[in-house]
């Protein structure tokens, strides 16, 4: 595993962006947070519109920083798969009241939530 991103912050939400940053990955800890250990078609499945490659490059990015553990085994086929790690949890807690701010907000703009397969 290579090293996690270290900076140089201006902050701690600094920080916390650099490793939460892009599309995917809020909704990657949450999918993990809700199902626990999921393989790669499992978190494909439950996030419908992400790429193989964007997800692919995010569950990397997610390693390197410390947020998922990837364990791969020795079997044919080979099987791998994705957790929350400590840290990663604990990102997730921290998300937690901004996800309530935001089911909040689509409730006071009137949006559409979209229900996602298998949830």
Sequence with gaps: MTAARSGPYFCGID???????????????????????????????????????MLTQHLREMEQDG?????????????????????????????GPLGAWGTERISRIGATKVAVPGT
């Design 15 to 53: 920080a916390a962006m650099d490793v939460v940053s892009g599309k995917w990955k809020a909704l990657i800890l949450w999918e993990l947070e809700n199902h626990g250990v999921r393989r790669f078609a499992e978190l494909r499945r439950g996030l419908p519109g992400v790429s193989e490659k």
């Design 67 to 95: 947020l998922v553990h990837r364990e791969v085994y020795r079997e044919v086929p080979p099987r791998v798969e994705y957790r929350l790690t400590e840290d990663g949890e604990a990102l997730n807690a921290a998300l």
